[in-house]
């Protein structure tokens, strides 16, 4: 899946942060993130109360998003010190998820679960560590409890769906994710984006919709409805792209995307001066990105302002030296 649900952990204090594989950190670096400004007097405290496991969950709290391996091994200490503490066991999985050691993490999360057993956050955990370890059938069971629960059906389609869409079966998984959404109080914006995806993908017109409804979780996020009016263009839908991109600039007046998009399409009916505009809007939002240069000096030459063209095909190669479209156009430019 594309979109994983970020769900706060336990406390509130973690996110789920699929960064990939991390080297372990030298003896130097170590020291250098634990004594810096913001760990400095946790690991202070630590040196002075080394049996306290509360410093050691505190301080991997606090490195979690920089340094997961960290991280985890100090979730780790304070398990050890304190078996009977879900909290710390289940920290420690989710360390092990972002460093992409799944067995690990399977085996912290089955801990967690023996001291506070039933626990519905903690089985969908366990069962993301089996899918991303491939041991769908354990994952698979675990679902199957979850949808029993009040606080845990929306997880188990999510999970559901996450096995369909590893399996390449599109349908079962838009099948899952929908009924996520639907059992959910408040859906996950992921899900919301991966089943639009998956919509789009078969040119299904409630795609548009699902984006729609993530743009709602937070209307200063662009992002949605860009990826709608995107689609819509897919389905020559010009109409409704254009009012979508607009709306992508009232949301966010600095997303440039929406200023380059529409900007195509202009140039595309070729309607130079339209075109021009929400080029030199997205010069604007984004000054060093080369290819709103390049299509803003491509509204000058044909609009006749030679010497602007020169001068715009020249930034763009500048802010993108293997930039060859551009190159060519000066070429044909200069004398």
Not at 24 to 29: G, I, R
Request: proline share 5%.
């Amino acid at each position: 899946m594309k979109y994983l649900p970020i769900l706060l952990f336990l406390t509130g204090a973690l996110a789920c942060n699929h960064a990939g594989n991390r080297q372990p950190a030298t003896a130097s670096a170590i020291d250098s993130v634990l004594y810096s400004d913001i760990i400095q007097p946790v690991t202070d405290s630590i040196l002075q109360f080394p049996d306290n496991p509360e410093l050691y969950y505190r301080r991997a709290l606090l490195l979690f998003n920089t340094n997961p391996n960290l991280s985890q091994a100090d979730f780790e200490h304070a398990a050890k010190l304190t078996p009977g503490n879900p909290d710390y066991w289940a920290g420690a999985g989710e360390a092990a998820l972002v460093v992409n050691d799944y067995n690990k993490a399977a085996v912290y999360f089955r801990q967690a679960l023996t001291t506070a057993p039933g626990y519905a956050y903690l089985q969908y955990r366990l069962a993301t560590a089996y899918i991303e370890n491939k041991q769908y059938a354990q994952a698979d069971s675990l679902a199957n409890a979850l949808a029993q629960s009040s606080d845990g059906r929306d997880k188990a389609f999510y999970l559901k769906a996450r096995i369909a869409e590893d399996r390449q079966d599109t349908v079962t998984a838009i099948r899952h994710l929908t009924s996520a959404i639907h059992a959910a109080t408040q859906p996950e914006y992921e899900a919301l984006m991966e089943l639009a995806d998956l919509l789009r993908s078969r040119k299904a017109p409630a795609a548009a919709s699902y984006y729609i409804q993530a743009w709602r979780q937070d209307t200063t996020n662009a992002h949605p409805l860009y990826e709608a009016a995107q689609f819509q263009e897919e389905q020559d839908n010009e109409t409704a792209a254009l009012a979508t991109y607009r709306q992508c600039i009232i949301a966010d007046p600095g997303f440039e995307p929406a200023y380059l998009a529409l900007g195509k399409i202009y140039q595309h009916k070729r309607d130079w001066k339209q075109a021009y505009t929400y080029f030199n809007l997205a010069a604007k939002s984004a000054p060093t990105d080369a290819w709103a240069y390049y299509y803003r000096a491509i509204c000058q030459e044909q609009l006749g302002n030679k010497a602007l063209a020169i001068a715009d095909y020249t930034k763009a190669t500048s802010f993108k030296k293997d930039f060859n479209e551009a190159r060519e156009a000066l070429k044909k430019l200069k004398p």
